[in-house]
């Protein structure tokens, strides 16, 4: 079970920082990612992680913005969200991988956290 919190509202160019809690799975064994949809548009990948952190990719669009970290003694993955620009705005998915390696496919994710809605105002 994937529990995504922190999203909200905030003007561009500030920072958001999400956080998704994950239980009932050993969480250090596997990747895990984030992914976004935005209004009408279909929901495109955005950070992953491998298990132990030593592998991490970002979409072209929020390269160098965006930072994907997790905490395995806390079960927790986060999204840490700078420099936000109004074309961010769509619902946060965290996700959890069926295997060690990061993957930037959304097949490749077994178990779906219940999105966190970030809206950044022009």
């Known amino acids: 079970q994937l529990q995504a919190s922190g999203g909200g509202l905030v003007q561009a160019g500030g920072s958001l920082r999400l956080s998704c809690a994950a239980s009932?799975?050993?969480?250090?064994?596997?990747?895990m990612g984030w992914f976004r949809q935005a209004p009408g548009k279909e929901r495109e990948f955005v950070a992953t992680?491998?298990?132990?952190?030593?592998?991490?990719y970002y979409a072209d669009s929020v390269q160098g913005r965006f930072t994907i970290s997790r905490d395995n003694t806390r079960n927790t993955v986060y999204l840490q969200m700078n420099s936000l620009k109004p074309e961010d705005t769509a619902v946060y998915y965290c996700a959890a991988g069926g295997w060690f390696y990061p993957s930037t496919r959304e097949y490749e994710y077994n178990s779906w956290g219940q999105g966190t809605q970030v809206t950044v105002s022009s």
């Open positions: 009932g799975r050993t969480f250090s064994s596997y990747a």
């Open positions: 992680i491998s298990a132990n952190s030593a592998s991490i």
